[in-house]
């Protein structure tokens, strides 16, 4: 069955500070995959996503994430973190056997020190 | 435009009680999608609707729980007898189109069974 896991529930980095999220999937076919944000009281966004071609994807707010198929990873990255970047994030896989259904991880909630 | 909106954004329910929860998505988009947020689970799939195409039921959790769309816009996603454990943030989606596109996510409705 398809699966998204997100290891990390919880990860903490001071401003300025680069981060990286950390997202593995289980799907047999290539996978489209994305990335979503939910900040406090808000709802999700969408961050990035990956269909096919060039495994590093560029996103909004600065955030990047590369596909790796050899291990089955799509990690979202950033350089430099800043105090409004606090929020939770989804790793999503959709499935495109039958109709078209969005598998989402748990989430990683980053908090960032000043 | 107007993003999608859901309605009521909170409910206090008694157990045994029938709610309903409203979403109306972006105009034009034919897909929407109805996802159960549960703290530390993610976002679970409820139930999709595309076009004109039978929806597809097979995350409903069980026969308490019913969705319609009435005219390919507005739907209402009904629990019936709610337990406690249906507490949760019930989150709206829509897009333009089925497939792997992006998801116009609704602020949610914070359902709290008592």
């Known amino acids: 069955a398809q699966s998204v896991t997100q290891p990390d529930i919880h990860i903490t980095v001071s401003e300025g500070a680069s981060l990286e999220l950390r997202c593995n999937y289980s799907?047999?076919?290539?996978?489209?995959l994305f990335w979503y944000v939910q900040s406090p009281g808000q709802g999700l966004q969408l961050l990035l996503k990956?269909?096919?071609?060039?495994?590093l994807v560029q996103g909004i707010k600065g955030f990047e994430a590369e596909f790796k198929r050899s291990q089955s990873s799509f990690n979202l990255r950033k350089p430099s973190v800043h105090w409004s970047d606090a929020a939770e994030y989804f790793c999503a896989v959709v499935t495109t056997s039958g109709t078209y259904k969005y598998i989402f991880g748990t989430g990683t909630r980053l908090k960032v020190l000043a | 435009g107007a993003g999608v909106s859901q309605s009521p954004s909170n409910k206090v329910t008694e157990k045994g009680k029938d709610v309903e929860l409203r979403c109306d998505p972006i105009s034009g988009h034919t897909a929407l999608y109805w996802y159960r947020q549960s703290l530390g689970q993610g976002l679970e799939f409820l139930i999709y609707f595309q076009g004109n195409s039978a929806p597809d039921k097979s995350g409903l959790p069980s026969d308490r729980f019913s969705a319609e769309r009435t005219g390919g816009s507005v739907s209402t996603l009904t629990i019936q007898r709610t337990q406690q454990e249906d507490s949760a943030v019930y989150l709206c989606?829509?897009?333009?189109?089925?497939?792997?596109?992006?998801?116009?996510f609704g602020p949610g409705t914070r359902l709290t069974v008592t």
């Open positions: 989606a829509s897009s333009l189109a089925g497939g792997p596109v992006e998801q116009y």
């Open positions: 799907y047999g076919a290539t996978p489209y």
């Open positions: 990956y269909f096919s071609g060039d495994t």
